[in-house]
């Protein structure tokens, strides 16, 4: 079992940044691949990015290549989402998910509970 507890998310201008933090419980983080989701209002949950646990590879969403960043912290059992150069497209709750780590929402076999991150104009 493993639970997930997401921080970091609020409220920012356009062009700010936010770094979202996913504390995990359990001993096999190390062997999760973790991914980061996002809902906004009225909209269906999308893929945003993720990073293996075999070898750390990353996959990111077209939109946010090159403004976010996912990292894990092995010892922290920790997952990162640095997100910079925000936009109000950007606006929605994240979620954070330990599975396959890869951009396939039906890989991940468990889910925080979210953060909201609102980007104004």
């Known amino acids: 079992q493993v639970q997930l507890v997401e921080s970091g998310g609020g409220l920012v201008q356009a062009g700010g940044s936010l770094r979202l933090s996913c504390a995990a419980s359990?001993?096999?983080?190390?062997?999760?691949?973790m991914g980061w989701f996002r809902q906004a209002p009225g909209k269906e949950r999308e893929f945003v990015a993720a990073?293996?646990?075999?070898?750390?590879?990353?996959y990111y969403q077209d939109s946010v290549k090159g403004r976010f960043t996912i990292s894990r912290d092995s010892a922290k059992n920790t997952v990162y989402l640095q997100m910079n150069s925000l936009k109000p497209e950007d606006t929605a709750v994240y979620y954070c998910?330990?599975?396959?780590?890869?951009?396939?929402?039906?890989?991940?076999?468990?889910w925080g509970q979210g953060t909201q991150v609102t980007v104004s104009s």
């Open positions: 990073i293996r646990g075999s070898d750390f590879r990353t």
């Open positions: 359990g001993r096999t983080f190390r062997s999760y691949g």
């Open positions: 998910a330990a599975g396959a780590g890869t951009p396939n929402e039906y890989g991940y076999d468990y």
